[in-house]
């Protein structure tokens, strides 16, 4: 047996070798996603009232490939509104899944035919932007591989799909919004998981090297993450090869890692049988808490982090910053307005958030303008300026950028589609607008964005 068989037999790659049906979708027959009601045992009962892609899992990492067409059939299985879109994927307008801003609502028992081709290889996800927190919460997050068209070489690629659930101590859902948390930091879960498994343990060939790719698809936690092995190294951020050395957290000092945000890792998982290399993450006033495991299993690969070449850079445009127009946004409080009106994807009933002090309508974009109009091809510089005292993951669709500067700390030039906006922090961000149409531009605070952070960027 050699080292690739090897690897698409053990569990935790399985989904690599498609034999689940559902990687591989060739570019001409659509790949059916069908959003249902679920049921899941997070702990001993089943938790009812879950929405997945199908009746028991959770939803599945979903594999392209670089610069190869994707034809994806979303089906509404369900009776609320929907609507699907591919986080950070630098896609075509009318496939970017927001209602009423590239698309109409799905309603139950329709379809939508999303085809597109990823030009960048990375760690991406998938959630709906209709009905957004409360198909969210219940378990609609899924991961989007997609592969560089020539392999990098790694002995294992292990996909960590981080998000908390709320729930009671008999399994059931507790209410997934608060008006307190949605006017502060958001309202946390209280059963965190990884692939929706509490501190899920994964095989992988001792000595070998493995991809892991860590995604916070949370609505609301902001998570701090290390490793417990030093033989490890950041080779991607929000998708995007890391073209710098970036330091490896610690206990000490965490990585931040917002809703919405990715960080994979090259790990060389250790050299002894049944040793581990874990994903951990540092939360308020409780012991440090394993999320997920690598385990080494197998006679030992004996491989060096070293022998990896830096990941191909993807193929984003580099902004003039000499010849850049500069736009302000300022992310803050709501001014006294009318009530929120959502259409049909769902009120949170509350307007707490505006970005420069025009709250968006939850998921809907009706009734306002774009926020700035971009001319294709130019660049651009954002000053993002945070006035409220919580934290704040700023997404922008379509377009990545790059975080040029801050007033609190030194951002290292990552191109990335999201943002994490300190308290009282100023950011610019810089970018070219080399993708036409509508693009939603909103916190990534689930809670937030329902509640007025939200807006879009026009690009024409
Ligand atoms: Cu990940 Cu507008 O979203
Ligand atoms: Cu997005
Ligand atoms: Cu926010």
């Known amino acids: 047996m050699n080292r690739r068989d090897f690897l698409l037999g053990t569990a935790a790659s399985a989904g690599a070798l498609g034999a689940g049906g559902w990687s591989l979708a060739s570019a001409a027959a659509a790949q059916r996603l069908t959003i249902q009601p679920a049921s899941f045992a997070f702990r001993n009962t089943p938790t009812r009232g879950l929405v997945s892609l199908s009746p028991d899992a959770p939803p599945p990492v979903l594999f392209g490939t670089q610069g190869e067409p994707m034809n994806l059939r979303v089906e509404n299985g369900t009776e609320d509104y929907t609507a699907m879109h591919w986080h950070g994927l630098r896609i075509a307008n009318a496939m970017d899944g927001v209602p009423y801003l590239t698309q109409m609502p799905i309603a139950g028992g329709e379809s939508f035919d999303y085809t597109f081709t990823p030009p960048d290889a990375g760690t991406y996800w998938y959630h709906p932007h209709c009905m957004t927190m409360a198909q969210m919460a219940h378990g609609l997050t899924g991961v989007m591989v997609i592969r560089e068209a020539e392999d990098p070489g790694f002995d294992g690629d292990q996909v960590v799909n981080l998000r908390d659930f709320r729930l009671d101590d008999a399994g059931a859902f507790l209410p997934y919004y608060t008006a307190r948390g949605a006017a502060r930091g958001g309202t946390h879960g209280n059963v965190l998981t990884a692939n929706w498994l509490q501190a899920p343990v994964y095989d992988h060939p001792a000595g070998g090297l493995v991809r892991l790719r860590v995604v916070n698809s949370d ?76 385990r080494s299993v197998g006679a030992g690969l004996a491989r060096d982090l070293r022998e990896l070449k830096p990941l191909p850079a993807n193929p984003v445009a580099r902004p003039d910053l000499a010849n850049a127009e500069v736009h302000d946004f300022v992310f803050g409080w709501t001014p006294e307005g009318g009530p929120p009106n959502d259409g049909y994807c769902g ?100 809670e937030h964005q329902k509640t007025g952070l939200a807006g879009y960027i026009r690009v024409v």
Not at 258 to 280: K, N, Y
Not at 375 to 381: H, P
Not at 399 to 413: D, E, G, M
């Open 219 to 294: 609505t609301t936690r902001i998570y701090k993450l290390h490793l417990s092995t030093d033989q490890a190294r950041i080779i991607a951020w929000d998708g995007h090869p890391a073209e710098i050395e970036l330091p490896l957290p610690s206990a000490k000092e965490p990585l931040l890692v917002g809703p919405g945000q990715r960080v994979d890792f090259a790990v060389q998982m250790p050299a002894g049988e049944e040793q581990t290399a874990d994903l951990l993450a540092e939360l308020p006033g409780q012991p440090t808490r394993t999320m997920a495991q690598l």
């Open 347 to 446: 009120s949170m009933g509350y307007s707490f958030w505006s970005i420069n002090r025009t709250p968006w309508a939850g998921d809907a974009a009706k009734g306002t303008g774009p926020l700035a109009v971009l001319e294709r091809g130019k660049s651009y510089v954002l000053r993002l300026r945070n006035e409220s005292p919580n934290l704040h993951p700023i997404h922008l669709h379509g377009l990545a950028f790059v975080p040029i500067r801050s007033n609190l700390r030194k951002l290292p030039p990552l191109v990335t589609d999201t943002l994490l906006l300190l308290k009282d922090e100023v950011v610019e961000i810089a970018l070219v607008a080399d993708n036409p149409g509508d693009w939603a531009f909103h916190c990534h605070v689930i």
